[in-house]
């Protein structure tokens, strides 16, 4: 049963490669080669080679006077989770949760970019989508969707992206806690010399009811997210330092007039430090990566996706809901072949309600190993654990899930172009 369920995903994944590549090749193949040809077809060349590890992946053609780069991916990921106190509950790869003591998930990505130089700068267009199927994800044959789309100027950039906030990124099969949400922003960013740059941004609005789903081709800035970052990048050290500013609208409650009206409107906001920090006198590849973040009514800025917004169907506010997480993890390479990871992350959210006074704390931690036998294919094994503690302090209900502690076991094996 489960190996058909597996091929027949594949087959699937497969397919979706095919529809998305074969137009893109056809019109690579009609497309005459100029400059940008030539260089287009130069990058590919060091990404075959290995020479440039940084942009090795997808395959490149030229179309035009522009470069298409053509990403695709497919996985398998089995989890196991032995729970030592509470329910178990496992984040499947694509975001669902499930609590089974174990689940598998199959996901195929694809993306598109494609870039030319123009007068005003580098134009760049981007678009990805996803197929997924998981244990207990609500569906009987997967999903697929869009995960982003981004189109680009100069320094102008338009699009569903990430946050400004966003900098710690792990390659890791189990969920850290790391600051930065996908939204439609519109950005502007500056390079001031050759290390440093200067962004400013602004984000579509929170979800204000629950469970509320983020359209990614909606432009919704109706109570927008400001945002700034500068980072600066050398041989040595990567800095990141970032913050939002928002309007929290807590007005028209909707359990009046069963309680007293408590209707506000506070400034919410975050501020985020990160470092990336090679560490070459170990190993060439090797590096450490950090991020702390502190936010007041805007908690989906810490790593998770409560926001004191979405909760306003339940119960009022009558103050700030405060919390600050950090996460930090080592990348180290044994060699060519083989290479580690491991991480911990913290999160702590704690609001002021009408009846109620919740917090919940999380810590996470995990250890991996990946081989990659030849170029484009993974397999990797992880350990994880995590304690999730709720203090509901008035009211059940208010955060999603509940405490406990478990070790997760992941294995996975994954393609890529």
């Not at 369920?5 to 193949?29: H, S, T």
């Not at 496992?90 to 993306?111: C, D, E, K, L």
């Not at 992206?161 to 439609?184: C, D, H, I, K, V």
């Given at each position: 049963?489960?190996?058909?369920?597996?091929?027949?995903?594949?087959?699937?994944?497969?397919?979706?490669?095919?529809?998305?590549?074969?137009?893109?090749?056809?019109?690579?193949?009609?497309?005459?080669?100029?400059?940008?040809?030539?260089?287009?077809?130069?990058?590919?060349?060091?990404?075959?080679?290995?020479?440039?590890?940084?942009?090795?992946?997808?395959?490149?053609?030229?179309?035009?006077?522009?470069?298409?780069k053509?990403?695709?991916?497919?996985?398998?990921?089995?989890?196991?989770?032995?729970?030592?106190?509470?329910?178990?509950?496992?984040?499947?790869?694509n975001?669902?949760?499930?609590?089974n003591?174990?689940?598998?998930?199959?996901?195929?990505?694809?993306?598109?970019?494609?870039?030319?130089?123009?007068?005003?700068?580098?134009?760049?267009?981007?678009?990805?989508?996803?197929?997924?199927?998981?244990?207990?994800?609500?569906?009987?044959?997967?999903?697929?969707?869009?995960?982003?789309?981004?189109?680009?100027?100069?320094?102008?950039?338009?699009?569903?992206?990430?946050?400004?906030?966003?900098?710690?990124?792990?390659?890791?099969?189990?969920?850290?806690?790391?600051?930065?949400?996908?939204?439609?922003?519109?950005?502007?960013?500056?390079?001031?010399?050759?290390?440093?740059?200067?962004?400013?941004?602004?984000?579509?609005?929170?979800?204000?009811?629950?469970?509320?789903?983020?359209?990614?081709?909606?432009?919704?800035?109706?109570?927008?997210?400001?945002?700034?970052?500068?980072?600066?990048?050398?041989?040595?050290?990567?800095?990141?330092?970032?913050?939002?500013?928002?309007?929290?609208?807590?007005t028209?409650?909707?359990?009046?007039?069963?309680?007293?009206?408590?209707?506000?409107?506070?400034?919410?906001?975050?501020?985020?430090?990160?470092?990336?920090?090679?560490?070459?006198?170990?190993?060439?590849?090797?590096e450490?990566s950090?991020?702390?973040?502190?936010?007041?009514?805007?908690?989906?800025?810490?790593?998770?996706?409560?926001?004191l917004v979405?909760?306003?169907?339940?119960?009022?506010?009558?103050?700030?809901?405060?919390?600050?997480?950090?996460?930090?993890?080592?990348?180290?390479?044994?060699?060519?072949?083989?290479?580690?990871?491991?991480?911990?992350?913290?999160?702590?959210?704690?609001?002021?309600?009408?009846?109620?006074?919740?917090?919940?704390?999380?810590?996470?931690?995990?250890?991996?190993?990946?081989?990659?036998?030849?170029?484009?294919?993974?397999?990797?094994?992880?350990?994880?654990?995590?304690?999730?503690?709720?203090?509901?302090?008035?009211?059940?209900?208010?955060?999603?899930?509940?405490?406990?502690?478990?070790?997760?076991?992941?294995?996975?094996?994954?393609?890529?172009?």
């Amino acid at each position: 049963m489960a190996s058909r369920w597996v091929v027949g995903a594949c087959a699937r994944i497969v397919c979706l490669l095919l529809i998305l590549a074969v137009p893109f090749a056809g019109a690579a193949w009609a497309a005459p080669k100029g400059k940008s040809g030539a260089s287009c077809q130069a990058a590919q060349n060091d990404g075959d080679d290995g020479e440039d590890d940084d942009d090795d992946e997808g395959v490149r053609f030229a179309v035009g006077d522009g470069c298409v780069k053509v990403t695709g991916g497919v996985s398998y990921t089995y989890q196991h989770t032995k729970q030592i106190a509470g329910v178990p509950r496992i984040v499947n790869r694509n975001g669902t949760v499930t609590q089974n003591t174990m689940s598998q998930s199959v996901t195929a990505s694809s993306g598109l970019e494609y870039t030319r130089q123009t007068s005003l700068g580098e134009f760049k267009s981007t678009i990805g989508g996803e197929w997924s199927k998981s244990t207990d994800d609500g569906t009987t044959n997967g999903s697929a969707y869009f995960t982003g789309w981004s189109v680009g100027l100069g320094g102008l950039t338009v699009g569903y992206t990430g946050s400004l906030m966003s900098f710690w990124e792990g390659n890791f099969l189990t969920s850290a806690s790391s600051p930065g949400r996908s939204a439609t922003t519109i950005v502007y960013e500056h390079e001031l010399d050759a290390a440093n740059k200067l962004a400013v941004g602004v984000e579509s609005n929170l979800p204000t009811s629950p469970n509320a789903d983020t359209n990614i081709w909606e432009f919704d800035f109706s109570n927008p997210i400001y945002s700034l970052r500068w980072r600066r990048e050398t041989d040595a050290l990567t800095t990141h330092v970032s913050g939002v500013v928002r309007r929290a609208d807590f007005t028209n409650s909707p359990i009046l007039p069963l309680l007293p009206n408590t209707a506000t409107e506070r400034t919410g906001w975050a501020a985020s430090v990160g470092l990336k920090v090679p560490v070459k006198f170990i190993a060439d590849g090797d590096e450490v990566s950090m991020q702390a973040t502190y936010a007041v009514d805007a908690s989906s800025y810490l790593g998770t996706t409560n926001d004191l917004v979405v909760y306003q169907s339940i119960v009022r506010s009558i103050g700030a809901t405060k919390g600050w997480s950090a996460v930090a993890s080592y990348h180290h390479e044994w060699s060519d072949e083989w290479e580690s990871n491991i991480f911990a992350s913290f999160v702590s959210v704690k609001a002021d309600l009408l009846l109620a006074d919740p917090e919940s704390e999380t810590f996470r931690t995990a250890v991996n190993l990946y081989w990659k036998p030849v170029k484009h294919l993974k397999f990797g094994v992880e350990l994880g654990y995590v304690d999730l503690k709720i203090a509901p302090n008035g009211v059940l209900g208010f955060f999603n899930g509940n405490s406990g502690r478990a070790y997760i076991g992941t294995f996975s094996v994954s393609a890529e172009l």
